[in-house]
């Protein structure tokens, strides 16, 4: 994923998706990884409920290994909503004091 990505991309390097698409089609056990990059937000980034992982196969939605994704809220919408079950959020950069505000969900495992 990079900041670039669209909602009808292909999801691979050269046609990535953007990461509401990835978050909404991710499935159990699989992994979201975010390039360097400034993704400037217009509104939350929202991890709906039922969009669950498992015991076993968490959903990630983390940094490509050496990367520094920071998630710019832009100050125009309420930060993250995790909702969703089995969640596993690291390394992801949100400028102080744009936080994950909403966490309404079990299993969730968040290390920025």
Do not use: C
């Not at 990505?5 to 998706?17: A, F, I, L, S």
């Not at 990367?67 to 390394?91: K, Q, R, T």
């Amino acid at each position: 994923m990079t900041p670039e990505g669209h909602h009808t991309g292909e999801g691979t390097r050269n046609d990535p998706v953007d990461v509401d698409t990835a978050i909404d089609f991710v499935r159990r056990g699989q992994t979201i990884l975010l390039h360097d990059g400034h993704y400037i937000r217009d509104e939350k980034l929202n991890i709906r409920k039922y969009n669950d992982g498992a015991e076993g196969e968490m959903k990630t939605l983390k940094a490509k290994k050496g990367s520094h994704p920071v998630i710019d809220f832009n100050s125009v919408s309420e930060g993250a909503v995790l909702s969703g079950d089995y969640w596993h959020i690291e390394a992801l950069i949100l400028p102080v004091p744009q936080v994950i505000r909403k966490v309404s969900s079990s299993a969730a495992v968040i290390i920025l």
